[in-house]
Protein backbone atom coordinates (compact mmCIF):
# COMPACT_ATOMS: atom_id res chain seq x y z
CA UNK A 1 0.00 0.00 0.00
CA UNK A 2 1.13 3.55 -0.82
CA UNK A 3 2.36 5.01 2.09
CA UNK A 4 1.83 9.21 1.93
CA UNK A 5 2.48 10.38 5.22
CA UNK A 6 5.48 11.60 7.11
CA UNK A 7 7.75 8.45 6.92
CA UNK A 8 10.66 8.02 9.75
CA UNK A 9 13.06 6.96 7.85
CA UNK A 10 15.74 5.66 10.76
CA UNK A 11 12.59 3.26 12.35
CA UNK A 12 12.24 1.72 8.84
CA UNK A 13 15.65 1.02 8.65
CA UNK A 14 16.01 -0.51 12.10
CA UNK A 15 12.98 -2.65 11.64
CA UNK A 16 13.90 -3.93 8.11
CA UNK A 17 15.15 -7.42 7.47
CA UNK A 18 18.63 -7.71 6.53
CA UNK A 19 18.28 -8.16 2.90
CA UNK A 20 20.30 -8.33 -0.51
CA UNK A 21 20.60 -4.62 -0.44
CA UNK A 22 22.10 -4.40 3.19
CA UNK A 23 23.96 -7.39 1.90
CA UNK A 24 25.19 -5.44 -1.32
CA UNK A 25 26.38 -2.04 1.44
CA UNK A 26 28.06 -3.75 3.79
CA UNK A 27 29.88 -5.93 0.54
CA UNK A 28 30.99 -3.13 -0.98
CA UNK A 29 32.17 -1.38 2.07
CA UNK A 30 33.91 -4.44 3.12
CA UNK A 31 36.03 -4.26 -0.08
CA UNK A 32 37.29 -1.02 0.48
CA UNK A 33 38.29 -1.66 3.94
CA UNK A 34 40.64 -4.62 2.62
CA UNK A 35 41.77 -2.20 -0.11
CA UNK A 36 42.53 -0.04 2.82
CA UNK A 37 43.80 -2.39 4.30
CA UNK A 38 46.24 -3.98 2.03
CA UNK A 39 47.33 -0.29 0.68
CA UNK A 40 47.60 0.29 4.65
CA UNK A 41 50.03 -2.52 5.50
CA UNK A 42 51.84 -2.60 2.02
CA UNK A 43 55.12 -0.59 3.54
CA UNK A 44 55.50 -3.27 6.51
CA UNK A 45 55.49 -6.10 3.77
CA UNK A 46 58.37 -4.51 2.15
CA UNK A 47 60.42 -2.61 4.33
CA UNK A 48 63.08 -5.60 5.23
CA UNK A 49 63.21 -5.76 1.30
CA UNK A 50 63.85 -2.18 0.50
CA UNK A 51 66.32 -1.71 3.79
CA UNK A 52 68.71 -4.07 2.03
CA UNK A 53 68.45 -3.20 -1.25
CA UNK A 54 68.62 0.60 -0.42
CA UNK A 55 71.24 -0.26 2.76
CA UNK A 56 68.97 1.52 4.99
CA UNK A 57 69.23 0.34 8.83
CA UNK A 58 65.47 -0.83 9.91
CA UNK A 59 65.39 2.07 12.01
CA UNK A 60 65.24 4.51 9.15
CA UNK A 61 61.80 3.10 8.78
CA UNK A 62 59.96 4.71 12.31
CA UNK A 63 59.39 8.11 10.38
CA UNK A 64 58.23 6.45 6.99
CA UNK A 65 56.18 3.93 9.30
CA UNK A 66 55.03 7.30 10.99
CA UNK A 67 54.14 9.50 7.91
CA UNK A 68 51.59 7.34 6.76
CA UNK A 69 50.03 6.96 9.92
CA UNK A 70 50.25 10.92 9.65
CA UNK A 71 48.41 11.06 6.53
CA UNK A 72 45.74 8.50 7.90
CA UNK A 73 45.24 10.90 10.55
CA UNK A 74 45.13 14.31 8.93
CA UNK A 75 42.56 12.02 5.92
CA UNK A 76 40.59 10.70 8.91
CA UNK A 77 39.77 14.18 10.28
CA UNK A 78 39.33 16.27 6.87
CA UNK A 79 37.29 13.64 5.50
CA UNK A 80 35.27 12.84 8.15
CA UNK A 81 34.34 15.85 8.92
CA UNK A 82 34.13 17.01 5.00
CA UNK A 83 31.74 14.05 4.74
CA UNK A 84 28.91 15.39 6.92
CA UNK A 85 28.93 18.25 4.47
CA UNK A 86 29.51 16.61 1.23
CA UNK A 87 27.89 13.09 1.29
CA UNK A 88 29.44 9.74 2.83
CA UNK A 89 29.83 8.49 -1.49
CA UNK A 90 31.31 11.03 -2.89
CA UNK A 91 33.88 11.17 -0.34
CA UNK A 92 35.03 7.63 -0.76
CA UNK A 93 35.28 8.03 -4.40
CA UNK A 94 37.80 10.75 -3.92
CA UNK A 95 39.65 8.86 -1.64
CA UNK A 96 39.82 5.77 -3.49
CA UNK A 97 41.16 7.82 -6.65
CA UNK A 98 43.53 9.30 -4.08
CA UNK A 99 45.28 6.38 -2.43
CA UNK A 100 45.33 4.63 -5.96
CA UNK A 101 47.18 6.84 -8.42
CA UNK A 102 49.77 7.61 -5.32
CA UNK A 103 50.30 3.92 -4.73
CA UNK A 104 51.48 3.79 -8.62
CA UNK A 105 53.85 6.58 -7.68
CA UNK A 106 55.24 4.88 -5.00
CA UNK A 107 56.15 2.26 -6.93
CA UNK A 108 58.97 4.35 -8.53
CA UNK A 109 59.93 6.11 -5.17
CA UNK A 110 63.80 5.62 -5.57
CA UNK A 111 65.35 7.59 -2.06
CA UNK A 112 63.82 7.19 1.37
CA UNK A 113 62.78 11.32 1.22
CA UNK A 114 60.28 10.36 -1.56
CA UNK A 115 59.31 6.95 0.18
CA UNK A 116 58.31 8.92 2.82
CA UNK A 117 56.55 11.72 1.22
CA UNK A 118 54.50 9.14 -0.98
CA UNK A 119 53.20 7.36 2.30
CA UNK A 120 52.04 10.86 3.95
CA UNK A 121 49.99 11.34 0.48
CA UNK A 122 48.76 8.08 0.01
CA UNK A 123 48.02 7.81 4.16
CA UNK A 124 45.18 11.07 3.25
CA UNK A 125 43.39 9.22 0.71
CA UNK A 126 43.26 5.69 3.09
CA UNK A 127 42.12 7.65 6.08
CA UNK A 128 39.68 9.33 3.76
CA UNK A 129 37.83 6.39 3.73
CA UNK A 130 37.83 4.72 6.85
CA UNK A 131 35.65 6.58 8.79
CA UNK A 132 33.04 7.07 5.69
CA UNK A 133 32.20 3.25 5.02
CA UNK A 134 31.98 2.45 8.91
CA UNK A 135 29.71 5.65 8.69
CA UNK A 136 27.40 4.56 5.97
CA UNK A 137 27.52 0.54 7.15
CA UNK A 138 26.46 1.75 10.38
CA UNK A 139 24.03 3.91 8.95
CA UNK A 140 22.12 1.18 6.65
CA UNK A 141 22.61 -1.58 9.68
CA UNK A 142 19.17 -2.63 11.57
CA UNK A 143 19.92 -1.46 15.11
CA UNK A 144 20.08 -5.38 16.38
CA UNK A 145 22.99 -6.21 13.97
CA UNK A 146 24.70 -2.94 14.07
CA UNK A 147 27.66 -3.90 15.81
CA UNK A 148 28.17 -6.94 13.95
CA UNK A 149 27.97 -6.05 10.69
CA UNK A 150 30.37 -2.84 10.82
CA UNK A 151 32.52 -5.47 12.55
CA UNK A 152 32.80 -7.97 9.49
CA UNK A 153 32.89 -5.37 7.41
CA UNK A 154 35.49 -4.04 9.05
CA UNK A 155 37.07 -7.22 8.79
CA UNK A 156 38.47 -6.37 4.90
CA UNK A 157 40.77 -4.09 6.25
CA UNK A 158 42.59 -6.97 8.32
CA UNK A 159 41.99 -9.66 5.97
CA UNK A 160 43.38 -6.87 3.18
CA UNK A 161 46.39 -6.81 5.29
CA UNK A 162 46.67 -10.96 5.68
CA UNK A 163 46.24 -11.60 1.96
CA UNK A 164 48.42 -9.34 1.04
CA UNK A 165 51.23 -10.11 3.88
CA UNK A 166 50.99 -14.23 2.00
CA UNK A 167 50.79 -12.49 -1.39
CA UNK A 168 53.65 -10.41 -0.40
CA UNK A 169 55.87 -13.39 0.74
CA UNK A 170 55.37 -15.48 -2.18
CA UNK A 171 55.83 -12.43 -5.01
CA UNK A 172 58.39 -10.03 -3.71
CA UNK A 173 61.07 -13.00 -3.89
CA UNK A 174 59.36 -12.76 -7.26
CA UNK A 175 58.84 -9.53 -8.76
CA UNK A 176 60.56 -7.07 -6.39
CA UNK A 177 59.08 -5.11 -4.03
CA UNK A 178 57.29 -2.61 -6.73
CA UNK A 179 54.91 -5.53 -7.45
CA UNK A 180 53.21 -5.03 -4.20
CA UNK A 181 52.46 -0.75 -5.01
CA UNK A 182 51.12 -1.36 -8.57
CA UNK A 183 48.62 -3.81 -6.48
CA UNK A 184 47.85 -1.21 -5.03
CA UNK A 185 47.46 0.92 -7.71
CA UNK A 186 45.36 -1.57 -10.17
CA UNK A 187 42.85 -2.78 -7.19
CA UNK A 188 41.28 0.28 -6.38
CA UNK A 189 40.54 1.54 -9.87
CA UNK A 190 39.04 -1.62 -10.72
CA UNK A 191 36.71 -1.70 -7.69
CA UNK A 192 35.81 1.81 -7.93
CA UNK A 193 33.56 1.27 -10.92
CA UNK A 194 31.49 -0.99 -8.93
CA UNK A 195 31.51 1.52 -5.85
CA UNK A 196 30.31 4.21 -8.58
CA UNK A 197 27.86 2.27 -9.94
CA UNK A 198 26.11 0.72 -6.51
CA UNK A 199 27.32 2.10 -3.50
CA UNK A 200 24.23 4.43 -2.27
CA UNK A 201 24.58 7.73 -0.72
CA UNK A 202 23.38 7.89 2.84
CA UNK A 203 19.79 7.68 3.36
CA UNK A 204 20.07 9.38 6.71
CA UNK A 205 22.29 11.83 5.37
CA UNK A 206 20.20 12.96 2.73
CA UNK A 207 16.98 13.73 4.46
CA UNK A 208 19.02 15.44 7.03
CA UNK A 209 20.58 17.60 4.90
CA UNK A 210 16.86 18.30 3.74
CA UNK A 211 16.90 16.29 0.57
CA UNK A 212 13.17 15.32 -0.53
CA UNK A 213 14.14 13.90 -4.14
CA UNK A 214 12.72 10.60 -5.76
CA UNK A 215 16.48 9.01 -4.50
CA UNK A 216 15.01 8.89 -1.28
CA UNK A 217 11.97 6.91 -1.97
CA UNK A 218 13.96 4.56 -4.53
CA UNK A 219 16.94 3.67 -1.70
CA UNK A 220 13.97 3.09 1.11
CA UNK A 221 11.80 0.92 -1.40
CA UNK A 222 14.83 -1.25 -1.70
CA UNK A 223 15.45 -1.25 1.92
CA UNK A 224 12.13 -2.76 2.45
CA UNK A 225 10.96 -4.22 -0.57
CA UNK A 226 7.35 -4.42 0.37
CA UNK A 227 7.04 -0.61 0.91
CA UNK A 228 6.40 2.11 -2.01
CA UNK A 229 5.64 5.80 -1.36
CA UNK A 230 3.82 8.31 -2.73
CA UNK A 231 4.89 11.74 -4.27
CA UNK A 232 3.71 13.45 -1.18
CA UNK A 233 5.55 11.48 1.25
CA UNK A 234 7.48 13.25 3.38
CA UNK A 235 10.97 11.56 4.94
CA UNK A 236 12.23 12.84 8.17
CA UNK A 237 14.70 11.27 11.00
CA UNK A 238 13.88 12.06 14.51
CA UNK A 239 17.40 13.16 15.45
CA UNK A 240 18.54 16.82 16.07
CA UNK A 241 20.81 18.35 12.96
CA UNK A 242 23.92 20.40 14.50
CA UNK A 243 23.91 23.95 13.48
CA UNK A 244 27.53 25.68 13.29
CA UNK A 245 31.41 23.65 13.33
CA UNK A 246 30.24 20.24 13.99
CA UNK A 247 33.53 19.26 15.72
CA UNK A 248 32.27 21.57 18.19
CA UNK A 249 29.11 19.36 18.78
CA UNK A 250 31.41 16.19 19.92
CA UNK A 251 31.87 18.18 22.84
CA UNK A 252 28.43 19.42 23.76
CA UNK A 253 25.42 18.32 25.39
CA UNK A 254 27.18 15.82 27.89
CA UNK A 255 29.72 14.90 25.11
CA UNK A 256 32.74 15.81 26.44
CA UNK A 257 33.83 12.91 28.69
CA UNK A 258 32.30 10.12 26.29
CA UNK A 259 34.68 11.59 23.17
CA UNK A 260 37.63 12.04 25.49
CA UNK A 261 37.47 8.66 27.08
CA UNK A 262 36.83 7.11 23.41
CA UNK A 263 39.70 9.06 22.06
CA UNK A 264 41.96 7.41 24.55
CA UNK A 265 40.56 4.10 23.92
CA UNK A 266 41.24 4.80 20.06
CA UNK A 267 44.68 5.97 20.28
CA UNK A 268 45.80 3.60 22.32
CA UNK A 269 44.92 0.62 20.80
CA UNK A 270 46.22 1.55 17.02
CA UNK A 271 49.22 2.48 19.04
CA UNK A 272 49.85 -1.26 19.84
CA UNK A 273 48.28 -2.51 16.76
CA UNK A 274 50.36 -0.21 14.55
CA UNK A 275 53.25 -1.00 16.63
CA UNK A 276 53.25 -4.60 16.07
CA UNK A 277 52.03 -5.02 12.43
CA UNK A 278 55.05 -2.46 11.03
CA UNK A 279 57.51 -4.08 13.43
CA UNK A 280 56.68 -7.76 13.99
CA UNK A 281 58.40 -8.98 10.71
CA UNK A 282 61.75 -6.27 11.08
CA UNK A 283 61.95 -7.74 14.89
CA UNK A 284 61.59 -10.36 14.11
CA UNK A 285 64.00 -10.52 11.03
CA UNK A 286 66.67 -9.01 12.99
CA UNK A 287 66.35 -12.06 15.54
CA UNK A 288 67.19 -14.39 12.71
CA UNK A 289 64.01 -16.17 11.91
CA UNK A 290 63.45 -16.27 7.98
CA UNK A 291 62.04 -13.33 6.10
CA UNK A 292 59.13 -15.78 4.68
CA UNK A 293 58.65 -16.58 8.48
CA UNK A 294 58.86 -12.91 9.77
CA UNK A 295 56.78 -11.58 7.56
CA UNK A 296 53.66 -14.13 8.09
CA UNK A 297 53.67 -12.97 11.44
CA UNK A 298 51.78 -10.00 10.82
CA UNK A 299 48.59 -11.82 9.04
CA UNK A 300 48.61 -14.10 11.46
CA UNK A 301 47.93 -11.45 13.65
CA UNK A 302 45.36 -9.95 11.52
CA UNK A 303 43.56 -13.41 10.85
CA UNK A 304 43.32 -13.46 14.23
CA UNK A 305 41.76 -10.04 13.98
CA UNK A 306 38.90 -11.21 11.38
CA UNK A 307 37.92 -14.16 13.03
CA UNK A 308 37.57 -11.92 16.48
CA UNK A 309 35.37 -9.06 15.02
CA UNK A 310 32.89 -11.29 14.08
CA UNK A 311 32.92 -13.46 17.48
CA UNK A 312 33.17 -9.62 19.16
CA UNK A 313 30.35 -8.02 16.83
CA UNK A 314 27.54 -10.85 17.74
CA UNK A 315 28.84 -10.27 21.67
CA UNK A 316 28.57 -6.66 21.63
CA UNK A 317 24.83 -6.71 20.08
CA UNK A 318 23.89 -9.29 22.92
CA UNK A 319 25.68 -7.84 25.53
CA UNK A 320 26.85 -4.45 25.09
CA UNK A 321 30.48 -3.32 24.01
CA UNK A 322 31.78 -1.82 27.23
CA UNK A 323 32.77 -5.10 29.18
CA UNK A 324 33.61 -7.31 25.80
CA UNK A 325 35.59 -4.80 24.68
CA UNK A 326 37.26 -3.78 28.39
CA UNK A 327 37.64 -7.96 29.05
CA UNK A 328 39.24 -8.66 25.28
CA UNK A 329 41.84 -5.99 25.66
CA UNK A 330 43.01 -7.59 29.02
CA UNK A 331 43.38 -10.86 26.63
CA UNK A 332 44.94 -9.40 24.44
CA UNK A 333 47.51 -7.74 27.16
CA UNK A 334 48.15 -11.11 28.66
CA UNK A 335 48.42 -12.75 24.58
CA UNK A 336 51.48 -9.69 23.97
CA UNK A 337 53.02 -11.20 27.01
CA UNK A 338 52.97 -14.18 26.14
CA UNK A 339 54.51 -13.94 22.60
CA UNK A 340 57.26 -11.85 24.63
CA UNK A 341 58.11 -14.77 26.62
CA UNK A 342 57.99 -17.08 23.99
CA UNK A 343 62.10 -17.15 22.98
CA UNK A 344 61.45 -16.98 19.56
CA UNK A 345 59.63 -20.08 19.79
CA UNK A 346 57.25 -19.83 16.62
CA UNK A 347 54.74 -22.88 18.25
CA UNK A 348 54.11 -20.48 21.29
CA UNK A 349 55.34 -16.69 19.23
CA UNK A 350 52.48 -17.49 16.54
CA UNK A 351 49.66 -18.72 18.59
CA UNK A 352 49.89 -15.57 21.10
CA UNK A 353 50.02 -13.12 18.54
CA UNK A 354 47.00 -14.67 16.52
CA UNK A 355 45.25 -14.15 20.11
CA UNK A 356 46.53 -10.39 20.90
CA UNK A 357 44.87 -9.94 16.42
CA UNK A 358 41.45 -11.23 18.49
CA UNK A 359 42.11 -8.60 21.23
CA UNK A 360 43.68 -5.82 19.45
CA UNK A 361 42.47 -5.99 15.50
CA UNK A 362 39.04 -7.21 16.12
CA UNK A 363 38.85 -4.82 19.45
CA UNK A 364 39.92 -1.95 16.55
CA UNK A 365 36.65 -3.09 15.01
CA UNK A 366 34.50 -3.26 17.71
CA UNK A 367 35.30 0.52 18.86
CA UNK A 368 34.61 1.46 14.98
CA UNK A 369 31.32 0.16 15.53
CA UNK A 370 30.96 1.85 19.13
CA UNK A 371 31.83 5.44 18.06
CA UNK A 372 29.43 5.19 14.98
CA UNK A 373 27.18 4.04 17.44
CA UNK A 374 27.89 7.05 19.52
CA UNK A 375 27.09 10.17 17.51
CA UNK A 376 23.68 11.34 16.02
CA UNK A 377 23.51 10.96 12.29
CA UNK A 378 24.54 14.98 11.03
CA UNK A 379 27.75 14.52 13.11
CA UNK A 380 28.67 10.24 12.52
CA UNK A 381 31.43 10.58 10.13
CA UNK A 382 32.64 13.91 12.04
CA UNK A 383 32.82 11.93 15.08
CA UNK A 384 34.12 8.72 13.78
CA UNK A 385 36.33 10.81 11.74
CA UNK A 386 38.28 12.47 14.57
CA UNK A 387 38.19 9.38 17.11
CA UNK A 388 40.04 7.44 13.87
CA UNK A 389 42.29 10.91 13.75
CA UNK A 390 43.23 10.95 17.40
CA UNK A 391 44.32 6.95 17.21
CA UNK A 392 46.16 7.93 14.30
CA UNK A 393 48.64 10.14 16.04
CA UNK A 394 48.61 6.67 18.85
CA UNK A 395 49.41 4.64 15.52
CA UNK A 396 52.12 7.72 14.63
CA UNK A 397 54.01 7.64 17.96
CA UNK A 398 53.85 3.49 18.03
CA UNK A 399 55.93 3.07 15.14
CA UNK A 400 58.36 5.87 16.03
CA UNK A 401 58.81 4.65 19.53
CA UNK A 402 59.80 1.18 17.92
CA UNK A 403 62.06 2.68 15.94
CA UNK A 404 63.47 4.57 18.71
CA UNK A 405 63.80 1.42 20.73
CA UNK A 406 65.40 -0.84 17.78
CA UNK A 407 68.12 2.04 17.72
CA UNK A 408 68.68 2.06 21.37
CA UNK A 409 69.55 -1.30 21.18
CA UNK A 410 66.42 -2.94 22.98
CA UNK A 411 66.13 -6.60 22.22
CA UNK A 412 63.26 -8.51 20.58
CA UNK A 413 61.27 -9.10 23.82
CA UNK A 414 61.27 -5.93 25.78
CA UNK A 415 59.95 -4.17 22.84
CA UNK A 416 57.42 -7.01 22.41
CA UNK A 417 56.17 -7.00 26.40
CA UNK A 418 56.23 -3.18 26.57
CA UNK A 419 53.42 -2.83 23.74
CA UNK A 420 50.96 -4.81 26.46
CA UNK A 421 50.83 -1.44 29.10
CA UNK A 422 48.71 1.03 26.00
CA UNK A 423 46.76 -1.94 25.52
CA UNK A 424 45.96 -2.50 29.63
CA UNK A 425 45.77 1.21 28.99
CA UNK A 426 42.85 1.19 26.46
CA UNK A 427 40.49 -1.29 28.75
CA UNK A 428 40.66 1.06 31.52
CA UNK A 429 39.43 3.83 29.06
CA UNK A 430 36.40 1.33 27.81
CA UNK A 431 35.22 0.10 31.03
CA UNK A 432 35.36 4.03 32.23
CA UNK A 433 33.33 5.09 29.08
CA UNK A 434 30.74 2.27 30.08
CA UNK A 435 30.37 3.57 33.27
CA UNK A 436 30.39 7.39 32.56
CA UNK A 437 27.76 6.66 29.72
CA UNK A 438 24.65 8.11 30.80
CA UNK A 439 26.41 11.97 30.98
CA UNK A 440 26.43 11.41 27.14
CA UNK A 441 23.69 13.65 25.76
CA UNK A 442 20.15 13.34 25.65
CA UNK A 443 16.83 14.33 24.58
CA UNK A 444 16.39 16.51 27.48
CA UNK A 445 19.78 18.18 27.53
CA UNK A 446 19.82 19.12 24.21
CA UNK A 447 19.84 23.14 23.38
CA UNK A 448 17.56 24.36 20.64
CA UNK A 449 20.35 27.00 19.85
CA UNK A 450 22.58 24.64 19.03
CA UNK A 451 20.35 22.62 16.68
CA UNK A 452 17.38 22.07 14.85
CA UNK A 453 15.19 18.80 14.20
CA UNK A 454 15.68 17.26 10.79
CA UNK A 455 11.88 17.76 9.61
CA UNK A 456 10.80 18.72 6.23
CA UNK A 457 7.35 19.97 8.07
Known sequence: MPIADNVDVGKIINEAPFGRFQLMVTTLCGVIAMLDGFDAQSIAFVAPVI????ALPASAFGPIFGAGMLGLMLGAMAFG???DKLGRRRTIIWSMLIFSVLNFATAYANSFHSLLILRFLTGLGLGGATPNIVALTAEYAPARHRATLVNIMFC???????????????????FGWQFVFYLGGVLPLLFLVGVVIWLPESIRYLVGRGDQSPEIARILSRVRPTAAYTAAAQFVIQELKPVGFTVGHLFRDGRTLMTCLLWIAFFMNLLVMMFLVNWLPSLLRESGIPIETAIISTPIMNLGGVLGSVALGILIDRLGPYGVLGTIYLVAAAAIYLAAQSGG??????????????????????????????????????????????GRIGAIVGPVVGGVLVASGWDTKSIILISAVPTVIASIAVFMLGATRSVAATPSAVKSSDFRRVSTE
Open 51 to 54: SREW
Open 81 to 83: TAA
Open 345 to 390: NMAWFLPAVFVAGIGVVGGQNSMNALAANLYPTMIRSTGVGWAFGI
Open 156 to 174: GFPLGSTLGGFLGAKMIPM
